[in-house]
């Protein structure tokens, strides 16, 4: 399994973001993972700095990060298996 996240640099330090909003070149990621033979299950990471934003919700960050990276597979040429049963997402954090 390949989890992917992003991160931005400012002042030195690096900042993780949802995945997208960065600097990682996805379509670069998923060519050569899918050219090494890679042909496993792809998880967006959240990190837990996303996560302590302020405001920050889940669902709009699942979202969000959905549109910036489901494209990349298409430019990279990689096909998506369809989606058999869709998980329930909780806002629940206990």
């Known amino acids: 399994m ?8 400012e002042h030195g330090q690096p900042r993780f973001v949802l995945p997208g909003d960065g600097g990682v070149d996805y379509v670069a990621l ?3 993972a899918v050219t090494g033979g ?8 959240v990190s837990g ?5 302020p405001g920050y919700d889940p669902v709009a960050a699942a979202k969000h990060a959905y549109q910036n990276v489901a494209p990349t597979f298409a430019k990279a040429g990689v096909s998506r298996p369809a ?3 869709t998980v329930p997402v909780s806002r ?3």
Do not use: N
């Not at 390949?2 to 640099?9: E, G, L, P, R, W």
């Open 2 to 9: 390949i989890h992917i996240k992003d991160t931005v640099v």
């Open 30 to 32: 998923l060519t050569q």
């Open 38 to 45: 890679f042909s496993g299950p792809i998880c967006v990471e």
């Open 49 to 53: 700095m996303v996560q302590k934003q």
């Open 83 to 85: 989606v058999s049963r």
């Open 92 to 94: 629940d954090r206990r």
